[in-house]
């Protein structure tokens, strides 16, 4: 299993109301050396969460024990600029299982649902309306539920379904990338092969 399973999940939830945040901002190009998917997490925002001398932002939402949580609430247009994993990579590694936004860039969207954190499309309402909630209250619970497609905001029952393609679906159900989904067929398309013959 290359990642983990994701059915329901209930967690607080992180904001990070910017807008039009791109992936260089998510994982500086400077950071992008490694070839395994372990460690970015520790740079993920890296210039904003930290000084130049390596010290923590306290006014980064990252650095803020109010916050915390599975789930990323973030501005219009999250993952925009150029295609890397990385930035993907590095949300996954810090701990995010779904981002929450309501307009994900193309390319960053679909690298998200090949490494295993949910992208949600919501609209900018339902947006405003769970900023204002976690604002009011950080202890605020998201649910999120891939069988329904939908979100729901616990403490006042809103939800909104979300779009999720059923190949990628059926993967982040089962922790599956493309490879794994492959190993899975392994009797299927040996059998094909043996009535080939």
């Not at 949910?118 to 405003?128: D, G, Q, Y």
Request: proline share 3%; with cysteine; glycine share 6%.
């Amino acid at each position: 299993m290359a990642y983990d399973k994701f059915n329901v999940l209930t967690s607080t939830v992180i904001p990070l109301p910017n807008e039009n945040v791109d992936t260089d901002q998510i994982i500086p190009a400077r950071f992008l050396k490694a070839t395994e998917r372990e460690g970015f997490g520790d740079n993920l925002f890296r210039d904003w969460r930290y000084d130049v001398e390596g010290n923590p932002k306290k006014d980064f939402v990252l650095n803020d024990s109010t916050y915390s949580g599975k789930i990323l609430l973030a501005g219009r247009n999250f993952g925009s600029g150029s295609s890397r994993e990385h930035a993907v990579w590095a949300l996954y590694d810090y701990g995010f299982r779904c981002v929450v936004s309501s307009f994900f860039a193309d390319i960053f969207k679909n690298n998200c649902l090949n490494i295993g954190v949910l992208p949600v499309t919501i609209s900018a309402e339902f947006a405003e309306v769970l900023f204002a909630a976690v604002e009011a209250d950080p202890s605020t619970e998201v649910e999120v539920d891939i069988d329904t497609q939908k979100i729901t905001l616990l403490s006042t029952g809103q939800s909104e379904s979300f779009e999720i393609n059923a190949y990628k679906k059926e993967n982040m159900k089962n922790g599956f990338d493309d490879i794994d989904y492959l190993l899975n067929l392994k009797e299927e398309i040996e059998e094909f092969e043996k009535e080939r013959v």
